[in-house]
T-cell receptor
Framework: AQSVTQPDIHITVSEGASLELRCNYSYGATPYLFWYVQSPGQGLQLLLKYFSGDTLVQGIKGFEAEFKRSQSSFNLRKPSVHWSDAAEYFCAVVLTGTASKLTFGTGTRLQVTL | DGGITQSPKYLFRKEGQNVTLSCEQNLNHDAMYWYRQDPGQGLRLIYYSQIVNDFQKGDIAEGYSVSREKKESFPLTVTSAQKNPTAFYLC??????????????FGPGTRLTVL
């Protein structure tokens, strides 16, 4: 079955430490890939997206993600986490030609300790 | 300011009652979407509309209804047939594209609680 997996439900990092959030997808073809962030009780904000080309994509707020076709992964990274990065992060995919229907992972909640 | 407005932010309803959630956008986007969010389950698509007067069911449409009479508005009705309606509801919109994906912009959400 086609799916998006975020294996880490909850991650805690210290402020200033590096961060990597994992995302794996299971589709026959390479989908479009996205990372969204959600602060408590708020809507979602797009951090970055991958359609094609350079497999390392830069996003807002200092985030980046790397697409690895061989591993069907699209992991999100940040070299140095700030306390304001505490939020929930969602990986999402859309298959080409599917009317922009996003499929989301279950999310990873990031806690940042000072 | 351009954006997506959802009202109300918090909504309480008694069991057996229908309730309508509002979603308005002034981004001149063609496509609009409704998602439901439950803890630990991510977002799931309820309904979407790519053009006025047309909409399609998403993955979890049972117990919900929508209308798209105006480009800027896409209200969602949670009917009494929805067995577990308590959730956070998010509306989104995007420029409708032919074959390519267009970014979805999200509203701030409405938290519905059934008492």
């Amino acid at each position: 079955a086609q799916s998006v997996t975020q294996p880490d439900i909850h991650i805690t990092v210290s402020e200033g430490a590096s961060l990597e959030l994992r995302c794996n997808y299971s589709y026959g073809a390479t989908p479009y890939l996205f990372w969204y962030v959600q602060s408590p009780g708020q809507g979602l904000q797009l951090l970055l997206k991958y359609f094609s080309g350079d497999t390392l994509v830069q996003g807002i707020k200092g985030f980046e993600a790397e697409f690895k076709r061989s591993q069907s992964s699209f992991n999100l990274r940040k070299p140095s986490v700030h306390w304001s990065d505490a939020a929930e992060y969602f990986c999402a995919v859309v298959l080409t030609g599917t009317a922009s229907k996003l499929t989301f992972g279950t999310g990873t909640r990031l806690q940042v300790t000072l | 300011d351009g954006g997506i407005t959802q009202s109300p932010k918090y909504l309480f309803r008694k069991e057996g009652q229908n309730v309508t959630l509002s979603c308005e956008q002034n981004l001149n986007h063609d496509a609009m979407y409704w998602y439901r969010q439950d803890p630990g389950q991510g977002l799931r698509l309820i309904y979407y509309s790519q053009i006025v007067n047309d909409f399609q069911k998403g993955d979890i449409a049972e117990g919900y209804s929508v209308s798209r009479e105006k480009k800027e508005s896409f209200p969602l009705t949670v009917t009494s047939a929805q067995k577990n309606p308590t959730a956070f509801y998010l509306c989104a919109s995007s420029i409708r594209g032919a074959e390519s994906y267009n970014e979805q912009f999200f509203g701030p959400g409405t938290r519905l609680t059934v008492l």
